[in-house]
């Protein structure tokens, strides 16, 4: 158990909606990361917070927004789904410059 | 452009034997260097890393090591176990700091056979 929790584990939904992906990160852990995983692909780095505040982004959508909130917990908000974001989702959390620790990942369909 | 490329999607391996898994890199940049390993339905969880200052690294079973001039990185595993069998991410990074510069390889999928 990495102590990264992901909700949900799994997601299908149709075209053009909007979900809301969880993340509590470990214990004392301030910098949340989310990344995508498309089929065959590696991880894409999506976006990044550090206690409370955007710290980096990556390839993310501007359809995709994040935020972290006061218990550090974050969300990832992906809107106007297409097919092609079907995807695993995975949330990772760190201490400064410390290795990350990865959630389960939410699997997400768009039908 | 992938600026970490795992050429082998998959390798089969006896168990006992040795199992080598590649990467190559293409960023001269790239310093600090990262193994996961990835079972289903679970997130990678970090193996092993290795900092360009060296060219080898140990930890029991696994070693990594680098070739910085061919860009070049393998991890071997010895002996090789069945629960050995998972995805392994290469990954590489300019700056160790923060995972926002990690860049991950599309994995090679190891199956170790009893």
């Known amino acids: 158990d990495s102590g990264v929790t992901q909700t949900p584990k799994h997601l299908i ?7 809301t992906l969880r993340c509590s990160p470990r214990s004392g852990d301030l910098s949340v990361y989310w990344y995508q995983q498309s089929l065959d692909q590696g991880l894409q780095f999506l976006i990044q917070y550090y206690n409370g505040e955007e710290r980096a982004k990556g390839n993310i959508l501007e359809r995709f927004s994040a935020q972290q909130f006061p218990d550090l917990h974050s ?37 | 452009d992938q600026q970490v490329k ?32 990835k079972y289903p339905a679970e997130g990678p969880t970090f193996l092993i890393s290795i900092s360009s200052i060296k060219d080898k690294n140990e930890d029991g079973r696994f070693t990594v090591f680098l070739n910085k001039s061919a860009k070049h990185l393998s991890l071997h595993i010895v002996p090789s176990q069945p629960g050995d069998s998972a995805v392994y991410f290469c990954a590489a990074s300019a700056q160790k700091t923060s995972y926002d510069k990690v860049i991950f390889g599309p994995g090679t999928s190891l199956s170790v056979i009893p």
């Not at chain 1, 809107?79 to 290795?99: I, P, R």
């Open chain 2, 6 to 37: 795992q050429n082998s999607p998959s390798l089969s391996v006896q168990e006992g034997r040795i199992s080598i898994l590649n990467c190559d890199y293409t960023n001269s940049m790239f310093d600090y260097f990262l193994w996961y390993k």
């Open chain 1, 13 to 19: 939904t149709a075209t053009g909606q909007r979900v």
């Open chain 1, 75 to 111: 969300e990832l908000n992906l809107s106007s789904l297409e097919l092609g974001d079907s995807a695993l989702y995975f949330c990772a959390s760190s201490a400064w410059g410390d290795e990350a620790f990865f959630g389960q990942g939410t699997r997400l369909t768009v039908v």
